[in-house]
């Protein structure tokens, strides 16, 4: 069971799923709280669940709204990397910057092509995190 | 004399975010501090006793005179930036406008590395400013100040309460009767500081101890340790 963790944990770090932060919050547990990590991955991914939501009910409205959708994003990558989620913040960088690029845009036709690359990073995104719920409920699973 | 254990710091921590609070609150008791969380900033300054639990934008609010809760003393505020309807800049500035909350020191966090805001921040009195994700090395580099402010606040009590015994930093009771101990105590408790406090810090510390006006003859003292 020790050695499954390890792979776990090891494939996960390899692959760039997790970031140095991960290994920050691991050092914060203790004896009196052995269950930290699991907490907060528990919240972040309610918390990122609600902001999925919020953001494909954004975005099936039809019009961008890049304002809102970047405040979104701002919190989503907020905690992202806290928790060290290394490949879904990228991906929030990169929206954002779409966004901001998009929000710019004064000619409807490259808004459009911003649109779409907004929306193909927002796939990708939610590919990577679901691949990280997987991967790290299996990892705390495994620790038990 | 028994040198005392590390003193515990009060830590009152704001953030609108509850993955955020949990993660501040963690650092926090293991940086050994004692933690206090709140979700807003009007939640802040009541705990502090700035605000008698009225939103500022209640109209049916009736202004009162703010009530001090000096049995609460908070050693440092932390707080996010980003934050609705009061943002920890609002929360800042509301802090070092008050003659009771000044003097405690306050770090802003946030994740967004903007220059502007920081040195907003800085200028308006912040001590320091972290981007998020805080990390125990950043919070370490807080235990000067709020030692700082912890020594002023004993003293000040060991002042008025003379035979009250301090569980801080001062290992001795204070006899103000007698001609020749209180310098010696005074001494010790400088030592300590001394110890504790980085050198930089030292003329700052001095200066806080030059302004006790209860004890005149001090003032010349510049103490060679």
């Known amino acids: 069971m020790q050695r499954q963790v390890a792979l776990i944990k090891q494939s996960l770090f390899d692959q760039g799923y997790l970031d140095e932060q991960f290994v920050e919050l691991e050092e914060l547990q203790d004896d009196a ?7 907060v991955a528990t919240l972040y991914f309610k918390d990122s669940a609600r902001l999925i939501s919020n953001i494909e009910q954004a975005l099936e409205r039809g ?20 928790i060290g989620a290394s490949k879904v913040k990228t991906e929030c960088t990169m929206f954002r910057e779409y966004c901001r690029v998009g929000n710019a845009e004064v000619f409807s036709l ?20 679901a691949t990280l719920r997987k991967k790290l409920e299996q990892y705390f699973q495994a620790s038990k | 004399m028994v040198m005392a254990a590390e003193p515990q710091f009060h830590v009152l921590a704001v953030d609108d975010s509850l993955f955020d609070r949990k993660l501040i609150e963690r650092l926090l008791q293991k940086a050994s501090c004692q933690v206090t969380t709140v979700d807003s900033g009007y939640k802040a300054l009541e705990f502090l006793g700035l605000r008698e639990g009225v939103e500022i934008n209640d109209p049916d609010a009736v202004s009162t005179s703010p009530v001090i809760h000096q049995e609460v003393e908070v050693n440092l505020i932390i707080t996010d930036y980003c934050m609705p309807s009061m943002t920890g800049y ?16 306050v770090v802003i966090m946030s994740s967004e590395n903007v220059p502007a805001r920081i040195s907003r921040c ?13 990390r125990l090395a950043d919070l370490n580099k807080l ?11 004993q003293k000040l009590e060991e002042i008025e309460t003379p035979s009250k015994v301090e569980s801080g930093t001062v290992a001795a009771v204070v006899e103000p009767e007698s001609e020749v101990e209180p310098k010696q105590i005074y001494l010790q408790v400088v030592q300590q ?8 810090k030292r003329k700052s510390v001095e200066e806080g101890l030059s302004t006790h006006r209860s004890r005149p003859r001090f003032e010349g003292i510049t103490t060679a340790v």
Do not use: W
């Open chain 2, 193 to 200: 500081e001394e110890q504790t406090v980085s050198n930089n």
């Open chain 2, 122 to 134: 800085l200028e308006e009195g912040a001590e320091e400013f972290f981007l998020k994700p805080v």
């Open chain 2, 90 to 105: 609002d929360l800042l500035k509301e802090v070092k406008e008050s003659s009771a909350c000044k003097n405690i020191p």
């Open chain 1, 33 to 39: 709280n052995p269950n930290f990590v699991e907490e």
């Open chain 1, 63 to 82: 019009s961008f709204d890049f304002n809102r959708l970047d405040n979104y994003m701002h919190q989503f990558k907020g905690s992202s990397t806290s």
């Open chain 2, 143 to 153: 235990k000067p100040h709020m030692m700082k402010t912890k020594l002023k606040n």
């Open chain 1, 110 to 129: 490259f808004r459009t092509c911003d649109e779409c690359r907004c929306l193909r990073t927002f796939k990708q995104l939610k590919k990577e995190h």
